[in-house]
């Protein structure tokens, strides 16, 4: 159990809608990235949230988008979906200032787009 | 940039054998290192972690060493179980750019099944 929550677990949208997903940060963690896993891949960096900013972004287009809350939960929204965008998206947290870097990783929301 | 390479799975191994799984990472700096296992349908469970040269992570039998010199971090256990079979990824953390966030960089995950 590592305390960060995603939800919706399963989704499945249209190509050309758009999609949010949520997740909830493990207690005292003050950042929170997200990360794209296609089937047989590893996870691929999409950005990370900072202080309610964002602090940094992988190669993806600018239809991804993120929020970060005060209360450090996350959305991640993707517009236009495309069926490339089918995979796991997952929603990960650390706390900046860790030397150890350790980041921990919710279940997932998988999206599939027909 | 950054680049995590690990074996070619699936490896399949019968109970109480002995693993392997090997990583080599290309990095500038002395990234730390992580081993992350993931169990059908579900999501990331950190594994074990190194943090700087010869290093040694350790969790649940489970065992890698931190080798700058070969810019390896191989995943080892001495006995397994079928309980063990996941997909097993290779990590290290990197700077986004030039900024503070830090990021994984993941290997494409190598595939253990373990049979009676």
Redesign the interface.
């Given at each position: 159990e590592t305390g960060v929550t995603q939800s919706p677990t399963h989704l499945i949208k249209t190509r050309g809608q758009q999609v949010t997903l949520r997740c909830s940060s493990q207690s005292g963690h003050n950042t929170v990235s997200w990360y794209q896993q296609a089937l047989g891949q590893g996870p691929q960096f999409i950005f990370q949230y900072y202080r309610e900013e964002e602090n940094g972004r992988g190669n993806f287009p600018p239809r991804f988008s993120g929020l970060q809350f005060p209360n450090y939960s996350s959305e991640l929204n993707v517009n236009a979906l495309e069926l490339d965008d089918s995979a796991l998206y997952l929603c990960a947290s650390s706390f900046l200032g860790d030397s150890g870097n350790t980041i921990y990783f919710g279940e997932g929301s998988w999206l599939t787009v027909v | 940039g950054n680049s995590?390479t690990q074996m070619e799975g699936p490896v399949t191994l019968s109970e109480e054998a002995f693993l392997t799984i090997n990583c080599t990472y290309t990095a500038t700096g002395y990234p730390?290192l992580f081993w992350?296992v993931q169990y059908p349908g579900?999501?990331?469970?950190?594994l074990l972690?190194a943090?700087k040269a010869d290093d040694k992570g350790s969790n649940k039998g489970f065992e890698a060493t931190y080798r700058k010199e070969t810019t390896s971090f191989h995943l080892e256990k001495g006995s397994v179980q079928v309980s063990d079979s996941a997909v097993y990824?290779c990590?290290l953390?990197d700077?986004?750019?030039t900024?503070?966030?830090?990021?994984?960089?993941?290997?494409?995950?190598t595939r253990l099944q373990v049979t009676l």
């Open positions: - | 995590v730390s992350y579900e999501g990331l469970q950190l972690k943090t990824f990590a953390s700077l986004v750019n900024g503070t966030a830090s990021k994984l960089t993941f290997g494409t995950g």
